[in-house]
T-cell receptor
Framework: DTGVSQDPRHKITKRGQNVTFRCDPI?????LYWYRQTLGQGPEFLTY????????KSRLLSDRFSAERPKGSFSTLEIQRTEQGDSAMYLC???????????????FGPGTRLTVL | AQRVTQPEKLLSVFKGAPVELKCNYS??????LFWYVQYSRQRLQLLLR??SRESIKGFTADLNKGETSFHLKKPFAQEEDSAMYYC???????????????FGQGTILTVHP
């Protein structure tokens, strides 16, 4: 399977614990995005990388959230001191930046479902 | 600010009937619009994008900048079209390139036999 992969698919944790999610993009894609989706809502943008540079962060991304893409390939999203409000589906997407500056097509992974007890 | 509104949470039609899923947007720069679909137990996938002006699985969507709408249409719905549909916008302003997507809340389409 050459699509975007995410690990783990499901994570149950207790409030106050730290969790880390991993995303492996499509191999030739230089852009990687993180979104969060809660029940009944569309995905909401969290942050994105172009190669290893983090170019934009949403105001949704509190200080407890950190994302990295150290070698411009896979990315990790860490949530420290989890809260019940962090329970959501965390989606990763990757794309290839268009040379002409047009919009890229984002390909989504299956998501990591986080439940904070 | 970017905003996408899908006014219908649920939409039910019978097989063979026309279907239209509404999408309105708000953005002051140069928007590009997309429709994404999520079938049961599958990941989110691109259905079509405005810039391609193509028809996928019989669906089309026309960008109306005057009405700031990007409604998704299909003349004859099929049962396999039952899914969650999201309208999304990617914007560019101030010389920056397109990046993040802003999604609507989604519309659940059910096509009855």
């Amino acid at each position: 399977d050459t699509g975007v992969s995410q690990d783990p698919r499901h994570k149950i944790t207790k409030r106050g614990q730290n969790v880390t999610f991993r995303c492996d993009p499509i191999s030739e894609h230089n852009r990687l995005y993180w979104y969060r989706q809660t029940l009944g809502q569309g995905p909401e943008f969290l942050t994105y990388f172009q190669n290893e540079a983090q170019l934009e962060k949403s105001r949704l991304l509190s200080d407890r959230f950190s994302a990295e893409r150290p070698k411009g390939s896979f990315s990790t999203l860490e949530i420290q001191r989890t809260e019940q409000g962090d329970s959501a589906m965390y989606l990763c997407a990757s794309s290839l930046q268009q040379v002409a500056g047009g919009p890229d097509t984002q390909y989504f992974g299956p998501g990591t479902r986080l439940t904070v007890l | 600010a970017q905003r996408v509104t899908q006014p219908e949470k649920l939409l039910s039609v019978f097989k063979g009937a026309p279907v239209e899923l509404k999408c309105n947007y708000s953005y002051s720069g140069s928007p590009e619009l997309f429709w994404y679909v999520q079938y049961s137990r599958q990941r989110l996938q691109l259905l079509l994008r405005h810039i391609s002006r193509e028809s996928i699985k019989g669906f089309t969507a026309d960008l109306n900048k005057g009405e700031t709408s990007f409604h998704l249409k299909k003349p004859f719905a099929q049962e396999e079209d039952s899914a969650m549909y999201y309208c999304a916008l990617s914007g560019r302003a101030g010389g920056t390139s397109y990046g993040k997507l802003t999604f609507g809340q989604g519309t659940i389409l059910t096509v009855h036999p």
